[in-house]
């Protein structure tokens, strides 16, 4: 398995327009950014690539974690590390907030899965979940997808985008042949890691400018 770790320099944390839950304004200081990419065949199969962030105030610095399978037998190991990730992140760390996108999609896979191998994890002992897909629906009233939405904030990913056909046909592919992963591409695992970071990173950033892009919106449905 993959076991990544990088940190990002924040250089502006104004948390005048960061979102506001239970109005509470330092909620991205007690929260963690959590997104998967995952293979599911009729049923959730395993976690391809666990991906997650926080904020770390003292160095004004965003700290990625992310596990990556290898191999079907990783299927498992990963699920260990995601708990042993969320359990140290609520009671070592403090979070209390678990920021996801469209998060319904991740927690169905992982629940099942933590199901499935006997995890003993339940989210809802430990953090209050915020998805902003829904909280951008509930100001907007419409839907919106993360890329579309990355793009209403300014945000400019690097590299290219990755559909989500290709990485299950990816990850099928490392499940079944044990020696698939030694003969992919550096340069794709790297596309794939890049891009499950830059999905998780880049929810704090929206989270973090939530009222900046939505202040109409909001000041609309606030008069409401």
């Not at 839950?21 to 998967?36: C, S």
């Not at 929206?206 to 202040?215: A, G, M, R, Y």
Request: net charge neutral.
């Amino acid at each position: 398995m993959i076991i990544r770790y990088n940190d990002i320099k924040i250089e502006n944390t104004d948390s005048s327009n960061a979102l506001k839950a239970d109005l509470d304004i330092n909620i991205y200081k007690k929260a963690i950014f959590f997104d998967l990419e995952h293979y599911v065949y009729k049923k959730p199969v395993c976690i391809g690539v666990f991906g997650c962030c926080y904020f770390e105030e003292k160095n004004s610095t965003i700290k990625v974690t992310q596990y990556m399978i290898e191999n079907g037998t990783d299927a498992l190991e990963i699920l260990k590390l995601a708990e042993k990730y969320f359990k140290e992140m609520a009671i070592k760390n403090e979070k209390k907030y678990i920021v996801t996108f469209s998060g319904n999609n991740d927690f169905t896979v992982i629940n099942y899965l933590i199901k499935k191998y006997d995890i003993d994890l339940n989210f809802d002992d430990y953090y209050v979940g915020i998805d902003l897909q829904k909280e951008y629906e509930k100001i907007t009233k419409k839907c919106i997808g993360l890329k579309a939405l990355e793009k209403e904030f300014g945000i400019e990913r690097e590299g290219e985008l990755i559909s989500g056909s290709n990485l299950a046909k990816t990850f099928n592919k490392i499940v079944k042949d044990k020696e698939y992963f030694k003969r992919m591409p550096e340069e794709k695992k790297e596309k794939i890691l890049l891009y499950n970071e830059q999905d998780v990173v880049n929810l704090f950033h929206i989270f973090l400018n939530w009222n900046k892009v939505l202040k109409e919106n909001i000041d609309l449905v606030e008069k409401l």
